[in-house]
């Protein structure tokens, strides 16, 4: 489920912004504000995760329903940088 979950934070953070193509065990949506809600199917059932737009600083929060929540940038060379 983390590598489902990084999976998705890379893909936005990249700048991809695309939903349509789900993580395995995941459907995703976007709803009216531009954040992406995800819960888990079959095995991951009862997982959700929301993924928020970009702030202002290029931030990108993604919080999940089992208290996580991460905050993450992309860098002046390219790289992710979670925290």
């Known amino acids: ?4 979950f990084i999976a998705a934070v890379v893909a936005l953070v ?3 912004g ?3 193509t789900a993580n395995a065990g995941q459907s995703c949506s976007k709803d009216f ?3 992406i809600n995800c819960v888990g199917t079959g095995q991951d059932r009862g997982y959700r995760s929301t ?3 970009r702030d ?3 931030n990108t ?4 329903n089992r ?5 993450c940038s992309k860098d002046f060379f390219g790289n992710i940088n979670c925290r």
């Open 56 to 58: 202002f600083f290029g």
């Open 1 to 4: 489920m983390k590598k489902t």
């Open 14 to 16: 990249a700048g991809t």
């Open 51 to 53: 993924i928020g737009k």
């Open 18 to 20: 695309t939903v349509d």
């Open 33 to 35: 504000f531009g954040n």
């Open 67 to 71: 208290g996580n929540s991460q905050t």
């Open 61 to 64: 929060r993604i919080q999940d």
